[in-house]
């Protein structure tokens, strides 16, 4: 009778362990800040992740490891290495695609591509395509034939105003 006992206690602790730690991890996007960099970003099932940065101007002024002003980094897995270290990634919203410049990178199980303001896509027009999102209802990324789907729960609350006015 007693091991039936402690059978039940450990089953419950486990239940409820599982439980605490699934309502810890939020789905969908996510933001916050960290080391002089404000953040927000979404993984997909599918092996992407997208993360829209914006370093704080003083924090890059201090440290010059934190990259200073708007950036996005998109990470895709299973996707063949990089023909060339500059390519087109295209977001693809609401069925229209908006072709992004951006610099590959092959790290291990991934390519991971960056955008960094030049001035064919300026800070202004990734504003507009990131606020853009806060209605849509599809979004996926696009490149070297390989496309991903990418989840948009929650990307109203973490593409905030004050995120997309990064300097």
């Given at each position: 009778?007693?091991?039936?006992?402690?059978?039940?206690?450990?089953?419950?602790?486990?239940?409820?362990?599982?439980?605490?730690?699934?309502?810890?991890?939020?789905?969908?996007?996510?933001?916050?800040?960290?080391?002089?960099?404000?953040?927000?970003g979404?993984?997909?099932?599918?092996?992407?992740?997208?993360?829209?940065?914006?370093?704080?101007?003083?924090?890059?002024a201090a440290?010059?490891?934190?990259?200073?002003?708007?950036?996005?980094?998109?990470?895709?897995?299973?996707?063949?290495?990089?023909?060339?270290?500059?390519?087109?990634?295209?977001?693809?919203?609401?069925?229209?695609?908006?072709?992004?410049?951006?610099t590959?990178?092959?790290?291990?199980?991934?390519?991971?591509?960056?955008?960094?303001?030049?001035?064919?896509?300026?800070?202004?027009r990734?504003?507009?395509?990131?606020?853009?999102?806060?209605?849509?209802?599809?979004?996926?990324?696009?490149?070297?034939?390989?496309?991903?789907?990418?989840?948009?729960?929650?990307?109203?609350?973490?593409?905030?105003?004050?995120?997309?006015?990064?300097?």
């Amino acid at each position: 009778m007693l091991r039936i006992g402690r059978a039940v206690v450990l089953a419950a602790f486990l239940a409820v362990s599982a439980s605490a730690q699934a309502q810890e991890r939020r789905e969908g996007w996510n933001s916050g800040y960290q080391m002089g960099t404000s953040y927000a970003g979404v993984a997909s099932n599918g092996g992407a992740r997208v993360t829209f940065y914006c370093g704080d101007a003083r924090a890059a002024a201090a440290n010059p490891a934190i990259r200073r002003g708007p950036s996005l980094e998109i990470s895709l897995s299973k996707v063949s290495k990089p023909r060339a270290a500059a390519a087109n990634l295209r977001f693809v919203v609401d069925g229209k695609a908006t072709a992004i410049p951006v610099t590959a990178e092959s790290v291990p199980d991934a390519v991971n591509f960056h955008w960094k303001p030049p001035a064919r896509f300026d800070e202004t027009r990734m504003a507009r395509l990131l606020a853009g999102l806060h209605k849509a209802a599809t979004l996926s990324v696009k490149v070297y034939g390989a496309q991903r789907d990418i989840p948009l729960t929650g990307v109203a609350d973490a593409l905030s105003d004050e995120l997309l006015r990064c300097d």
